[in-house]
């Protein structure tokens, strides 16, 4: 059995024939005191897997609603630290594994040991950097799995068959597939470039796939269902905070949309 909570996750899905819904939030906003309750909020509509994303002033691979979002928390004080300070309030509370979202530049000014030893003791269960380089991620990945995290990486439809190789080789937990060029965003329609990236990656690597970037409705997570391990909500859940952030029904409203996604699944199971 996988020694990680995301190991044993997708290994617990496998052997029950489901497939894994992954979601992203913005931690800090709308406040890092809020972020808890709406961690608990996606895990009782059906989330398997929290993106808590650390909130960057240059967030380059991110789209206008998760830009946005980013700088709301700024304003609200989430910082790298603030952000583990978060996840340990998830962890009391629940089992659900955590992946830490971010970007390069706060992580080598927190530094690397130091972040690994941080984000363990805080019950992070692995980290994913968007725009790190996996030709230089060599250090990165011992520091991180010198601390039992995993290390996902992300493999794009442009990616060259060594990238992908490489990205094989330094992930664990699952590999991240972008379902497009691009930055993060809903999109009415899934890209036609999923599915070659699905079957290149299959041939190189055993590790769960999952898929993201436009993703945002159950019949996304139904097509994406009958492909992959995992699908990633994000944009559509960041959205949807920033729409009713001061809206008491907010935790509900987050529940039902993940209830909606998860259903996906079992659309594809009736299709098939």
């Keep these: ?43 009782r509509g059906g989330a398997d897997l929290i993106e808590l994303g650390v909130p960057f002033s240059d967030p380059i691979a991110d789209g206008p609603v998760v830009q946005r979002a980013g700088y709301r928390a700024l304003a609200a004080g989430a910082t790298l630290r603030k952000v583990l300070e978060i996840a340990a309030a998830v962890r009391r509370r629940s089992e659900i ?5 971010t970007y390069l530049n706060p992580v080598l000014r927190y530094g690397l040991d130091a972040l690994g030893r941080d984000a363990a003791a805080a019950g992070i269960d692995g980290c994913l950097l968007t725009d790190a380089s996996v030709e230089e991620a060599h250090a990165y990945v011992d520091a991180m799995h010198r601390h039992g995290l995993d290390t996902v990486f992300l493999a794009a439809p442009t990616s060259t068959e060594r990238r992908l190789r490489l990205v094989a080789q330094y992930s664990t937990g699952f590999v991240y597939l972008v379902s497009r060029t691009g930055v993060t965003g809903e999109r009415d329609s899934l890209s036609a470039a999923i599915g070659p990236l699905v079957e290149s990656m299959r041939r190189i690597t055993d590790l769960p796939l ?51 996604l998860k259903h996906g699944f079992e659309l594809a199971k009736s299709a098939s």
């Excluded at 913005?26 to 005191?33: C, I, K, R």
């Excluded at 594994?97 to 979202?101: A, K, V």
């Excluded at 809206?247 to 909606?260: H, K, V, Y």
């Design 210 to 260: 999952a898929v993201g970037f436009g993703v945002s409705r159950p019949e996304h997570v139904a097509e994406l269902g009958k492909r992959v391990e995992g699908v990633v909500v994000g944009s559509a859940i960041v959205s949807l905070i920033e729409r009713n952030a001061g809206n008491p029904s907010l935790e509900i409203q987050l529940e039902s949309f993940a209830r909606e």
């Design 97 to 101: 594994p955590l992946l830490l979202f």
């Design 1 to 43: 059995m996988p020694s990680t909570r995301i190991g044993r996750l997708f290994e617990n899905l496998r052997q029950t024939g489901r497939k894994a819904l992954v979601a992203y939030l913005t931690a800090g906003d709308p406040s890092p005191e809020q972020t808890p309750a709406l961690v608990e909020a996606l895990e």
